[in-house]
């Protein structure tokens, strides 16, 4: 018998009453050395599990290559440290995560191929499935309750009922847990409407809730649709994410408490979303499409319980205080912020061309960089996830002419000639067309196009990144490409020289400051533009001067003491060759601003 089981109206865990107080922790967005402290606070606050999503294209980022569970993504460390803890496990592999991460967690080596029906039944998806189960979970039966493990409940699938309605894909992917060890208990989890909590439940799996408001209705929504059992929120919203160019989003802490004090007070259990949000590393960051692509910034504070590094924030104190009136909390003080670095200054005096230093950059593939190519492949037709790809091809022409991309571009291209800059093509924008000069017969065009994050949900999860269509110069054809690889997964040595010229990108920009002790510590950019930021090789992930984030996060554990190394890729331009560590987030401005 699983050690979590239902009654009539609440959950048995080990034959005894319990409710599931917990937070929602994403091991991938926080770095491994502050797991514990994150796990820790989670305790404090009063909750008895931590809830995890399980990225599979960042665990499987090839179709045949082995499971990654190192660093970031050591899965287990995560399990056992939540165990040490005192804590349990509600852990949620997808496949399909959504999570404003990038492709809602399916890789893109499997939504590039479309003749697989995504989310469904379709053998080939399935099939991929169940290849990857065959990776995760052997490494995972130690954690499982059954094997005296934290986790004690599985989700299948995630808010399937808003995408469809193939109940014979979640009875496979029922089936598979089952078939590979997984005797918790299984949950479904749904918006509180009834078509969705239809279309995405299942038969014998318990249907949970997600919203963050309007309590009295979604609990009864909920209830109507399974007539016993545990009434559960297994995604209360507490704050929310943000896209590049929008406002910072924030809910006022005594509002958040409120509607849990409502949850709690009826007797339902709940998973706090986000007990701790953390952080969007490197490239993972998604992506919203609705009338308009709209890319997810780098942050994922959410304006959540703890902040980004860690910190209690204003809702800490007010949902303890809630929880303290439904079920014991520790008696123990609340957590004190960490330590920050002091206030320090970077000057980035070397400086290396990242469109010369291409060749530094491009990974070896099957077709190599100089081979030409019709027409530009997308990146995924190159073997590529992430990053960028710079394209090349020759101007049969002299004067000012049109180019344009007739599939349009994933996500945002930069266009030269002979190295100039020529103007900039946005998806977010709609923009599909440039006006380029050409001062001689065969000008060189460079085309560089960075993958801002694939849709996390909806429709357009799998659209494809780099130029995604051929090329046509005033209407006609413009053939014999060359491609150049930027995954930009490490850094290597590039040639930088000391420069103090103007920064003009793109352009690598490297720095060294002294560290005495490590600590958390923010990186401020003001007068740089867009780019990417690397602390001794580490990637913190995007900047933008768009906003509304304004700082990256620098944790404490990828700093030394002694001398450290920034490195910056800015894509345009900077008025500056200055960089700050500070003590301080800024996520930006409200829509009360």
């Not at 990654?68 to 997808?94: C, N, S």
């Not at 993958?451 to 006609?476: C, F, H, Q, S, W």
Request: include cysteine.
């Amino acid at each position: 018998m699983p050690a979590l089981t239902l009654s009539d109206d609440g959950f048995l865990l080990h034959g005894k009453p319990f409710r599931i107080l917990s937070g929602a922790l994403h091991y991938f967005r926080t770095h491994p050395d502050q797991w514990a402290d994150r796990l820790r606070k989670a305790r404090l606050l009063g909750l008895n599990t931590v809830e995890t999503y399980v990225p599979w294209n960042l665990h499987q980022p090839t179709p045949d290559g082995p499971l990654d569970l190192d660093g970031l993504l050591d899965l287990p460390r995560f399990l056992e440290l939540a165990r040490a803890e005192g804590l349990y496990v509600l852990l949620r592999p997808g496949p399909y995560i959504c999570a404003e991460w990038e492709g809602g967690g399916l890789p893109s080596w499997l939504t590039a191929d479309h003749r697989v029906r995504q989310r469904s039944s379709d053998p080939r998806f399935t099939g991929a499935v169940d290849a990857y189960l065959d990776l995760l979970l052997p490494p995972l039966a130690p954690y499982l309750a059954e094997s005296g493990g934290p986790v004690i409940a599985v989700q299948v699938e995630n808010e399937y009922g808003a995408y469809g309605d193939d109940t014979a894909y979640l009875a496979h992917l029922a089936d598979a847990l089952r078939k590979r060890g997984v005797e918790e208990l299984l949950f479904t989890c749904d918006q509180a409407d009834t078509a969705k909590l239809t279309a995405g439940s299942l038969p014998g799996v318990l249907s949970t809730g997600t919203f963050g408001g309007r309590i009295g209705d979604s609990l009864e929504a909920l209830r109507a649709h399974q007539e016993s059992g545990p009434l559960m929120c297994a995604e209360f919203w507490i704050g929310w994410f943000d896209h590049w160019g929008e406002p910072h989003h924030v809910r006022a802490a005594d509002d958040a408490a409120a509607d849990l004090d409502a949850l709690l007070s009826v007797g339902a259990s709940v998973n706090i979303y986000m007990f701790h949000g953390g952080t969007n590393f490197a490239f993972t960051s998604g992506a919203n499409h609705d009338h308009a692509y709209a890319p997810a910034v780098t942050s994922y504070d959410y304006d959540a319980v703890l902040t980004e590094c860690g910190d209690p924030g204003p809702k800490y104190a007010a949902f303890r205080e809630v929880i303290a009136r439904h079920a014991a909390v520790p008696d123990e003080p609340l957590p004190e912020p960490s330590p920050k670095l002091p206030p320090t200054e970077v000057q980035l005096t070397a400086s290396a061309n990242a469109l010369v230093c291409a060749e530094f950059l491009s990974p070896a593939f099957p077709a190599s960089p100089a081979e030409r190519f019709t027409d530009p492949p997308t990146m995924e037709a190159l073997g590529q996830s992430n990053g960028f790809v710079l394209y090349g091809a020759e101007l049969p022409v002299i004067g000012d002419h049109v180019l344009h991309f007739t599939g349009g571009v994933g996500d945002r291209a930069q266009v030269f000639v002979n190295g100039a800059p020529a103007g900039v093509v946005e998806r977010e924008r709609h923009g599909d067309s440039i006006h380029v000069r050409s001062p001689e017969y065969g000008a060189r065009l460079d085309v560089l196009v960075e993958n801002m994050g694939r849709a996390n949900y909806g429709a357009r999860i799998g659209d494809p990144k780099g130029i995604t269509g051929p090329v046509t110069l005033d209407g006609e054809p413009l053939e014999g490409w060359t491609c150049h690889r930027l995954p930009l997964d490490r850094l290597p040595e590039l040639p930088f020289r000391t420069t103090d010229t103007p920064v003009a990108g793109p352009s690598f920009h490297r720095g060294t400051f002294t560290v005495e002790t490590p600590a958390d510590a923010y990186l401020d950019l003001p007068g740089w533009t867009k780019g990417l930021a690397w602390v001794n090789g580490f990637n913190l992930g995007r900047y933008w001067s768009r906003g509304p984030q304004r700082r990256l996060y620098v944790p404490w554990p990828v700093l030394k003491a002694g001398e450290n190394e920034l490195t910056l890729l800015e894509l345009q331009s900077a008025t500056t060759r200055v960089a700050h560590l500070v003590d301080e987030p800024d996520l930006g401005w409200t829509a009360t601003d």
